[in-house]
Every structure is written in structure tokens, then in C-alpha cells.
Nanobody, 117 residues
């Protein structure tokens, strides 16, 4: 069983920054071999891709995240960060961390990010 725990969400004014943290634990042979991603979700809508810290191919970001978001993984700490800068109200959402190991995706419980105008 794989467990992911997010933290770092909160209320921030437009133009501000936040750092989200996701700590991964449980049955993963090697954290360095699995992708670590971030998604966001508005209640009643599907989850949307935000960022991916790949195990081999570097990072990728959604259009809304490019130039604003940076995902960094620290394998020694089984942790992935999402640094969000220049936030706007449209970034308000619940942000989830996800990984896929042995074909099974595991999600965290999410952390709320609220950006006020």
C-alpha cells in the first residue's frame, strides 16, 4: 500500500506564492523509479493535470502552470514539492499528489489552495 500526504495549502492573495509538499510512504521498491505528479480539482469537475516530476524524463507542466509552477522531487526524502508563484484566483482548487507504482495509481487526500483577489 502506498500513502501520499500533501501539505502546504492555504489562503494567499493574488500575486503570492505557496509551496505544496507531498510525502510518499509505503510499499514502493524505489521512489526514484516512479513518477510523482500533481493534479487539481474543482468540486463537481474532473481532476486536471498540473505538473509531473518524471523518474526519467524531467518535468512537465500544464499550460496554466508553465512559468508559474515548479515541481521538484527529492528522492532521498520521498518527497515532491510544487512551488507556485504569481498565483491568481483561477488557481483556487484542491491540489492532489499522485504516483503510479506497478500499474496502480495512488492519490493523497488533497490540500486546499485559495487565492483571493
Amino acid at each position: 500500500q502506498v500513502r501520499l500526504v500533501e501539505s502546504g495549502g492555504g489562503l494567499v492573495q493574488a500575486g503570492g506564492s505557496l509551496r505544496l509538499t507531498c510525502v510518499v510512504s509505503g510499499t514502493i521498491e524505489s521512489i526514484s523509479t516512479v513518477p510523482l505528479g500533481w493534479h487539481r480539482q474543482t468540486p463537481g469537475k474532473q481532476r486536471e493535470f498540473v505538473a509531473l516530476a518524471s523518474a526519467v524524463d524531467g518535468n512537465s507542466y500544464s499550460g496554466a502552470g508553465k512559468g508559474r509552477f515548479t515541481s521538484t522531487r527529492v528522492n532521498a526524502k520521498s518527497t515532491v514539492y510544487l512551488d507556485m508563484t504569481n498565483l491568481e484566483p483561477e488557481h483556487t482548487d484542491v491540489y492532489y499528489c499522485v504516483t503510479t507504482a506497478r500499474g496502480v495509481s495512488s492519490w493523497g487526500q488533497g490540500t486546499q489552495v485559495t487565492v483571493s483577489s
